[in-house]
């Protein structure tokens, strides 16, 4: 590798982001690499250093959220070099700690002073510091680390691209949280990159959860961006449990949600209670393979929660787990509190993380429906799902 100290100098894309819009996104990063980037002859280059400059009038949230996530990419980008992990912050936490891990609230879209500003001041001043003391130490880079460099580059060159179009002009609520949201999913997302390669993510351990509302809606574009608000926190606290964080097992737990719920627009089976009597009443086979032994069984222990689950055992089973009577008040399974820790629930005592991680849909789906009802919608939203959580 080139000397060391040729880190600090190197920039990203173009000299400013006043300039024209950044490079085209690059397939290989030793064709995107600066010319003075310091390069790794083994495994590709790195030390380069991450520019992104918000809009000349961003109110302060925007401009601290830009430093911020220029903060975190130069510190990844610098411990791709070191190969340590201790001084590249958790996002998830980061996020939460700054008040920025759910809604985007307009409000930060101004100049008044509030918490959330002064821990964001707080963390980038620690960032700053931190990347001075390691710039000098960059010497080589995990054999991963040229395939995340360059996503990371990517990212930057996006964002720049974004930060840039806002223009120098006043700009309105609406362009400012958008922006703020952009910054933050990249984040989250090149986290998860940078887990794969360095096993630093504590998120299992954190509250937020892997999913973010600009991920519901991207799936689920007609569905009321209120109630995916409302849904994203039970959902994301049900897939930590679950041990639903890596992205092909979370693009297959949503398709099936997806397709279970009508996308998420109904967390109970449609149907009336002669069609649940008769189709899944003691009297018939299917119903008393589901534990229905009473009259009324069939509608009673209809398909609720974000897996639809059906039937007396079922609901008995998952009661038991969750600390629920689910057996005495099966309504409560449809209520958003427990309807995704059902889902979870079923998902995890079934062992379809497994499946999951095979790519095999259609083993999950037999298992949840008993059958292929509905396989071909189920891998359109698999295949959507994939692709927006980037799963390999």
């Known amino acids: 590798m080139g000397d060391p100290t040729s880190a600090s ?3 990203i894309v173009g000299e400013s982001a006043t300039a024209d819009r950044p490079g085209p996104r690059s397939d290989s990063p030793y064709t995107a690499a600066p010319a003075d980037a310091t390069t790794c002859p083994t495994y590709g280059w790195t030390g380069w250093t991450v520019e992104l400059s918000p809009p000349p009038k961003a109110h302060a949230a925007l401009r601290l959220l830009t430093a911020l996530t220029q903060g975190v990419f130069q510190a990844m980008v610098d411990q ?6 201790a001084a590249v912050p958790d996002v998830n936490t980061l996020l939460r700690d700054t008040g920025l891990s759910d809604t985007i609230d307009k409000s930060l879209a101004t100049d008044a002073h ?17 990347h001075a003391d390691i710039t000098a130490q960059v010497a080589t880079t995990a054999k991963m680390g040229t395939a995340l460099n360059r996503d990371i580059w990517n990212a930057v060159a996006d964002l720049r691209t974004a930060l840039a179009a806002a223009g120098s002009g006043k700009l309105s609520a609406q362009v400012e949280v958008g922006l703020l949201d952009q910054l933050r999913t990249s984040l989250r997302k090149i986290w998860k990159k940078y887990d794969a390669v ?3 993510n504590n998120s ?24 995916l608000r409302e849904y994203l926190p039970y959902l994301n606290k049900a897939m930590l449990a679950a041990r639903i ?17 009508d996308k998420l627009k109904t967390l109970t089976e449609y149907g009336d209670d002669d069609y649940f ?38 609901y008995r089973a998952a009661g038991k787990a969750l600390g629920i009577d689910l057996e005495d008040h099966p309504g409560q399974a449809a209520e958003p509190e427990h309807a995704f820790d059902i889902a979870g629930w079923y998902w995890k005592s079934h062992h379809l993380n497994g499946h999951a991680d095979k790519s095999d849909l259609d083993a999950i789906t037999r298992d949840i429906n008993g059958g292929s009802t509905g396989a071909g919608e189920r891998r359109d939203y698999y295949d959507r799902a994939r692709k927006i959580l980037d799963a390999d």
């Not at 509030?114 to 960032?127: C, E, P, Q």
């Open 198 to 200: 360095v096993n630093a």
């Open 9 to 11: 100098s190197s920039r």
């Open 204 to 227: 299992t351990k954190d509250g937020m959860g892997p999913l973010t509302l600009a991920d519901l809606k991207s799936l689920m574009p007609k569905t009321s961006s209120d109630k």
């Open 277 to 314: 009597d008769s189709n899944y009443g003691p009297g018939t086979a299917i119903g008393r393979s589901l534990g229905n032994t009473h009259s009324g069984d069939g509608s009673r222990y209809r398909g609720r929660g974000a897996l639809q689950i059906t039937g007396r055992s079922n």
């Open 245 to 261: 964080t890596d992205p092909k097992r979370e693009a297959a737990f949503l398709a099936q949600v997806i397709h279970e719920t």
């Open 114 to 130: 509030n918490a959330t500003l002064d821990r964001m001041r707080s963390v980038k001043k620690g960032l700053i510091a931190q």
């Open 80 to 85: 791709l070099g070191v190969g340590g992990k």
